[in-house]
T-cell receptor, first 115, second 111 residues
């Protein structure tokens, strides 16, 4: 079946612009996670959704970052007033449920470059 | 705050060798631990998931063990092949499933 998909695959934006990154989870997966992979920083957790609610936003690096999920499916990560330090690969993952019982399946990522 | 260390950072072996990748974590209150591989420029591929109540999981030539109380996990790869070349990531999971990643072990298997 179809895996997790993300769009766009690459995004180049000017400093100060807003960007939206999209994630389509595997059908039927109720939990959705966003991570960021930066050079030298490794992979870091950003935010998690169970259904449409986000119980854990602790990983968002600043208030310029926000995310939403609609219909228990598609999620959008928005970065306002982008800065050069936002340049990274943004990865989305989904799983059948939360509570740590299920494997997470990752999408191919969106490579964001802020110039 | 959970911290994950993976040793070695890089490993180069000849084809056919058995090898062990090590992962240690500072907070033993985990719900699971997942091992992934990442190929250059690609996303993550899940290899094995070990629940906190389990001691090991096996899939083909891969075997992962978990010693939760001592904060350690190992990934054993039998009869390594050039196609196994990738970065291997260890990630213990919290109660809501959010994963904390190590920096990975970059494996190169020479033909």
């Amino acid at each position: 079946g179809a895996g997790v998909s993300q769009s766009p695959s690459n995004k180049v934006t000017e400093k100060g612009k807003d960007v939206e990154l999209r994630c389509d989870p595997i059908s039927g997966h109720t939990a959705l996670y966003w991570y960021r992979q930066s050079l030298g920083q490794g992979l870091e957790f950003l935010i998690y959704f169970q259904g449409n609610s986000a119980p854990d936003k602790s990983g968002l690096p600043s208030d310029r970052f926000s995310a939403e999920r609609t219909g228990g499916s598609v999620s959008t990560l928005t970065i306002q007033r982008t800065q050069q330090e936002d340049s990274a690969v943004y990865l989305c993952a989904s799983s059948l449920g939360d509570g740590g019982l299920y494997e997470q399946y990752f999408g191919p990522g969106t490579r964001l470059t802020v110039t | 705050k959970q911290e994950v260390t993976q040793i070695p950072a890089a490993l180069s072996v000849p084809e056919g060798e058995n090898l062990v990748l090590n992962c240690s974590f500072t907070d033993s209150a985990i719900y699971n631990l997942q091992w992934f591989r990442q190929d250059p420029g690609k996303g993550l591929t899940s290899l094995l998931l070990i629940q906190s109540s389990q001691r090991e999981q096996t899939s083909g030539r891969l075997n992962a063990s978990l010693d939760k109380s001592s904060g350690r996990s190992t990934l054993y790869i039998a009869a390594s092949q050039p196609g196994d070349s990738a970065t291997y990531l260890c990630a213990p999971g919290g109660s809501q499933g959010n994963l904390i990643f190590g920096k990975g072990t970059k494996l190169s298997v020479k033909p």
